[in-house]
Structures are given as structure tokens and as C-alpha cells.
């Protein structure tokens, strides 16, 4: 799967991964369909990616311990 090849890639070399695909397979699981076909995303989808990138974005802004930026 080119995802798991992506991934792989990406952690070896260090590069950080914003996956929130628990985000979609739980708004599929409460029956919220947040694709329009088999890959695009909806507007329902297109805010689980916003918040969930709101969050990533949330959390990079907040110090850590030694007054550093993670």
C-alpha cells in the first residue's frame, strides 16, 4: 500500500506525519460519511481534517518543559 510506503519513508528520515484516519473511521462509525465518493472528501470530512489540523497546529504552539517549541 503506497500509504505504508509513504509512512515508512517518512519516519526514517524523521519527517513528522499528521494521520487522522482514526478521525475518519470514527465519523464512518457513528454513520457521518465524510467522502463524496470512494477518496474525495466532503465538506463533513474537510472539517474532521480542519480540526484535526487545528489540533497538530494547537499543540506545536504550546511550550514544552524547557520553554522550547516542540
Known amino acids: 500500500m503506497a500509504y505504508n510506503l509513504i509512512r515508512d519513508l ?7 506525519i499528521i494521520d487522522f484516519g482514526a478521525d475518519i473511521h ?10 463524496r465518493d470512494d477518496i474525495h472528501l466532503n465538506e463533513r470530512g474537510q472539517a474532521l481534517l480542519a480540526r484535526s489540523l ?5 499543540i506545536a504552539r504550546r511550550p514544552t518543559q524547557a520553554g522550547q517549541r516542540p
Open 10 to 16: 517518512f519516519q526514517a528520515r524523521g519527517v513528522p
Open 54 to 58: 487545528q489540533n497538530c497546529a494547537d
Open 26 to 35: 470514527a465519523a464512518i462509525e457513528r454513520g457521518e460519511m465524510p467522502f
